[in-house]
């Protein structure tokens, strides 16, 4: 006996895609103001001087910076 495909509700389906949108846009602003906050204090970290920094930021872009 085959299993039969159950109709799913267009109502739920609506619902649980912007669920999941929104976690997913929640998701990544967190992750980005993660690392904003660790790149912020990067330039007191010893050891890592003008050169060191501005290979960071070209290879992590800049518009994680606060020029």
Do not use: C, S
Request: aromatic fraction near 10%; avoid cysteine; charge should be positive.
């Amino acid at each position: 006996m085959a299993k039969r495909k159950r109709n799913r509700n267009p109502l739920l389906m609506q619902k649980w895609n912007e669920g999941y949108k929104q976690g997913k846009e929640d998701g990544v602003k967190q992750a980005l103001d993660f690392f904003i906050d660790k790149f912020e204090g990067l330039e007191d970290v010893p050891g890592i001087g003008d050169k060191t920094m501005e290979k960071i930021k070209n290879q992590l872009g800049h518009k994680y910076f606060n020029e």
